[in-house]
């Protein structure tokens, strides 16, 4: 194939990963374009983007996931090249071919092997053809063929979402009587996420490990892998974190894994970055998906391999051979810091960033697109920061992390950092003995440690006697488009609207 | 004063007995905690509390404080002196939205006895399906939304009245006189 220049790229997505995007193309001389929407007036992307266009209402609905507004906005600023990022539209076959019909280069798979792939029903038919082990399981919610399969295989058996990702639309059964209801919640939250309810179903595996190997192939018909990471960390099929290499892994198990994920990657003809997903058990490995797009945790593999991904991924749509990858070394890990409340059932926080400290050090690196005043509204997940630490081993990198969290501090938002802090220095995570269970198993019930709570109680009654800082920073919010960013409500008032306030509870 | 946390049905007392200099002498839940104040160029501060030095910083919104130590975050509810409904026995007069988000599903229907526990709407927000569950046995009095509506965060969901005392139910559950 011809190369061809990107000169400019627009970015559909929010959030870090729209920030983390343009930061790359930037690097490489890429002119770059924003999109949001009205709940992301202001947002850290669209400052950070040579162009933004607003391209809708806060729901996603009408604005990430808005198709035509997407390609509009790419046909009006001249974009010629599209990166998807992750999630909304990212492995939207239509997108990809959407992308190429109006002329321009969709960064990521053809949209014919995205939606061979993207379908997980139609991947565990890929990867049986290729002699790739599946967990048991049949490809239909049916509920006579669901009932049978649970009869054979035994419970509790996972129901999960055709086009799912993520952990929407998946469900643990454990037994008959309420396997009906969840096959229907199932089918239910996968049409609202994907508009697409079509859900299969899985043998529940008891403790496996959540091992993923980096795949990037190009126009050439060469396909690498960039080494392994480990996801079991994960509570409700959701990552909280990552690292790489898997602890403990034996390289032999690791070479059976890396060449299972390029026979799948061959097979279907991939190309640009993508994920080959397995579950492990004892001696044994299970193909679960190829996620078609950059991971969340792709920066495990960066800080390993010393690369940036995401420029590798503008080389190989441009048209550039994907490049040898060098040999990875030392230990890298990744926490995910969202917007929830840990001690009550992991409850999603809403709120504004009223004061912000993140952590930094030899080995630390921090996506996020948070900033003072930047709001994490009800629209979008729950990311908020992904702490990403590099050690010359497995200690190193998790002392660096323990450390960086330590000095992570947000007041606004209630959030995930201290609960990361305390899995991570777990001795059952020091031992590295990990499954996707591990959550359940280790922290079932966590709350904050006692001296925490104290010096929370102290510091509230010190902030009510007006005798710490209690003060939230003035922030400007008039959108270009002149409507009101008014969600966060009490945070936008200056002191001269609310002098009653300001005076009660002001420094003195 | 006293404090809620937010998302926790329990409530915890803390006072400033005094202060002298850096020194900070507070009780909480009645048990004296002593503690070593040091401001922060930033309006934060150090406390220094058993031998550990704890970064806190918080602010004050509407309804609540936000407190952080260290990397643990907290929102706590300043209680006022409640009576009315909770002397009837009820943990919560009504069910409030506790974010903003679409209505599902409606799990009970007027008139219904509810029962602590007891799932009574599914809310969806942040693409993620939270239930709603009772805080005590309770009768739903009134329903002020239906399925598919949006709701804002604090709007009122379900309201109840008390549940008339169950004669089966053991003397030891009763409310005291």
Redesign the interface.
Known sequence: MKSRTINKLLVANRGEIALRIIRSARVLGIKTVAVYSEADVGAAHVAAADEARLIGPPDPANSYLNLDAIIAAAQTTKADAIHPGYGFLSERPEFARATEAHGMMFVGPPAGVMAALGDKIAARRIAIDSGVPVVPGVGTGDLATARKFAASAGFPVLVKAAAGGGGRGMRVVNDAAGFAAALEAAAREAQAAFGDGRVFLEKYLARPRHIEIQIFGDHHGTIVALGERECSIQRRHQKLIEESPAPGLPSSMRDRMTEAALKLARAAGYRNAGTAEFLVAGDNFYFLEINARLQVEHPVTELRFGCDLVAEQLRIASGERVAEPSAPRGCAIECRINAEDAAHDFRPAIGRVIKLNLPAGPGVRIDTHLGVGAEVSPYYDSLIAKLICYGSDREQARARMGAALGEFSLVGINNTAAFLRDVVASAAFARGDLSTRFLEENFPHWTAAGDDLNAALIAAALIAGGILDGARPVVGSVTPNGARNDAGGACMRTPWTELAGFELWGRR | ?K?K????TRT?E???VA?DGAI?R?R?DGID?I?E?E?LA????I?G??G?R?????????NS????????????A?VEGRTGASRHGLAAPEVTA????KI?KLLVAEGDRVEHGQALAVL???????TLYAESAAIVKKIRVGAGDMVD?GVVIIEFSPAPADPSMSESTAPDA
Request: no cysteine.
């Open positions: 004063m404090l946390l937010v998302g926790n915890i803390v006072e400033i202060r900070v507070t909480i905690v503690a104040l401001p930033d309006g934060a501060a406390l509390i058993d550990r704890i970064r806190i910083a918080g602010a004050r919104t509407r404080i936000l407190v952080v130590a260290g990397p643990a975050s907290f929102e706590f300043p506790p974010m903003p988000g599902l969806e927000a942040m693409k993620m399906e939270t965060h």
